[in-house]
Each structure stands twice: as structure tokens, then as C-alpha cells.
Antibody, heavy 120, light 107 residues
């Protein structure tokens, strides 16, 4: 059974840093691209970042480019999101999501999310 | 960046009725479109991929159609568990985008 378990969400002050983790199990992790998607309270879904299976390619939304870094450790079946210079509008539930194998594939498994609150 | 516009924002229907949700892309995306369902307090769930393929375990009352810039999600006969928010997402290239969402609520 595919499982994705996010952790690391917390309350952080504006300008601070936080690292989110996503522990994956039930599939061959390095075969799949992974994503971070967030949802601000009462708002819609926003794609944040994606990374290829081997970790050699990644992309970011303009809203987080230069502040967030996606990475993965295939030996640990783990996905990460390093957040720095956080702002109030980064407050959201952060989901990790696995893409189907192949190119241009949708996200077929999602974790339950971890909550990040940016507040002084 | 591709912009996805969903309509309507809210759909008020009764159980048993048919729901139709639209998603329009700002440029052609072929059939690289997915639909997700999200219920309160839950993660999104993949319903439809490649515009018209149902994901594993999704009931046949859900169907998707369209190509290019205009797409539709249809629910043939609403069940109580179908009242939720629905999002489209384009899957051409990074960066990816979601539509703004359509809430299907009980009338």
C-alpha cells in the first residue's frame, strides 16, 4: 500500500526557516516524481514544487522561487521542502504527492498534509 | 504559465441530479488534464487523468471529456458522498497549475 506521511509543520516567525519532510512507503520511491502542493486556509490548491525521480530536475512556483528548495533522499525514501524567508502568505497545509510513472502524469497518491503557520 | 479557469464557482444540486463542471485553459494543453476531488479535512483524490480516464477505484458515474482548451467533468447522478470541491490541473510541463475549484453543494 502506498503511504505518504508529512511532518515538520509548525508555527514559525516571518523571515524564519522550516524543513518539511515526507516519508514514503509501499512503492519504489526513486521511480516516481514527487511534488509539494499547498492550500491556504479556505483557499484552493497551489502547486509549489516538483522533483524528478533521481532528483536531477526540479521546478518551483514563482511565489516560492529563491526561498524554497525541494530535495529527496532515495536511500531513505524521503522528500523534503526547505523553506526559508517565510512570509505570512506561506501559511498553509502542505501536501506531498506522488506522480504516476512517466511524463506529464497526474498525482495519484497524496499525504494527509502538515500545517505551516507563519506568524509573529 | 497556463491559467485554468473553472466554472461555475459553486454548483447547488440535489442528490440524483447531474453535475457538470467546466475547466478552460489559457492555451492548448492537448489532453494533459486531471481532475481531483477534495472533501473537508481531507487530501485531494485523483478522479480523472488524461482528460477522460478514470483513476483506479473511481465510480463510473464520474466522466471527463475535452481536449485543447475546453474540458468537462460530469457526475451523472450525484450521490451524497459526491458533495465536495473539484479541481482541474494541467499536466503539460512545469510549472503546473490548478483551477480555482468548483464547490458542489447540496441544494
Amino acid at each position: 500500500e502506498v503511504q505518504l506521511l508529512e511532518s515538520g509543520g509548525d508555527m514559525v516567525q516571518p523571515g524564519g526557516s522550516l524543513r518539511l519532510s515526507c516519508a514514503a512507503s509501499g512503492f519504489n520511491f526513486e521511480d516516481y516524481a514527487m511534488n509539494w502542493v499547498r492550500q491556504a486556509p479556505g483557499k484552493g490548491l497551489e502547486w509549489v514544487s516538483s522533483i524528478s525521480g533521481y532528483g536531477d530536475k526540479s521546478a518551483y512556483a514563482d511565489s516560492v522561487k529563491g526561498r524554497f528548495t525541494i530535495s529527496r533522499d532515495n536511500s531513505k525514501n524521503a522528500l523534503y521542502l526547505q523553506m526559508s524567508s517565510v512570509r505570512a502568505d506561506d501559511t498553509a497545509m502542505y501536501y506531498c504527492a506522488r506522480d504516476q510513472r512517466g511524463y506529464n502524469r497526474p498525482s495519484d497518491h497524496w499525504g494527509q498534509g502538515t500545517l505551516v503557520t507563519v506568524s509573529s | 504559465e497556463i491559467v485554468l479557469t473553472q466554472s461555475p464557482a459553486t454548483l447547488s444540486l440535489s442528490p440524483g441530479q447531474r453535475a457538470i463542471v467546466s475547466c478552460r485553459a489559457s492555451q492548448s494543453i492537448g489532453t494533459f488534464l486531471a481532475w481531483y476531488q477534495q472533501k473537508p479535512g481531507q487530501a485531494p483524490r485523483l478522479l480523472i487523468y488524461d482528460a477522460s480516464n478514470r483513476a483506479t477505484g473511481i465510480p463510473a458515474r464520474f466522466s471527463g471529456s475535452g481536449s485543447g482548451t475546453d474540458f468537462t467533468l460530469s457526475i451523472s447522478s450525484l450521490e451524497p458522498e459526491d458533495f465536495a470541491v473539484y479541481y482541474c490541473q494541467e499536466r503539460t510541463n512545469w510549472p503546473l497549475t490548478f483551477g480555482g475549484g468548483t464547490r458542489v453543494e447540496i441544494k
